[in-house]
């Protein structure tokens, strides 16, 4: 079954901004910390960002300071807020715990950035 559905992907310009929303299931979402990882044309998955229980977030280095990651406890739901987005961004974007688990990776959400 289903329990992690990553959206919001889509294609958009250099400069320009895009918001993925990734909605998990009650059991998951209540007992684990979230992150975002992508994967890029011809390289591994990588992490991208992370936020706890808590609210404590953390980023790759490649997207500090662009990137937001944030997480609604009442929708289930888990954010990545993207910023003055590069072509170097373009990767089909997935969620799963942080860490991650292996069994719940899904389709991911596609992000391109153009030139």
């Known amino acids: 079954q289903v329990q992690l559905v990553e959206s919001g992907g889509g294609l958009v310009q250099s400069g320009g901004s895009l918001r993925l929303s990734c909605a998990a299931s009650g059991s998951i979402f209540s007992s684990n910390g979230m992150g975002w990882y992508r994967q890029a044309p011809g390289k591994q998955r990588e992490f991208v960002a992370a936020?706890?229980?808590?609210?404590?977030?953390g980023y790759a280095d490649s997207v500090k300071g662009r990137f937001t990651v944030s997480r609604d406890n009442a929708k289930n739901t888990v954010y990545l807020q993207m910023n003055s987005l590069k072509p170097e961004d373009t990767a089909v974007y997935y969620c799963?715990?942080?860490?991650?688990?292996?069994?719940?990776w899904g389709q991911g959400t596609q992000v391109t950035v153009s030139s």
């Open positions: 799963n715990t942080f860490p991650p688990a292996r069994g719940y």
């Open positions: 936020i706890t229980s808590g609210g404590s977030t």
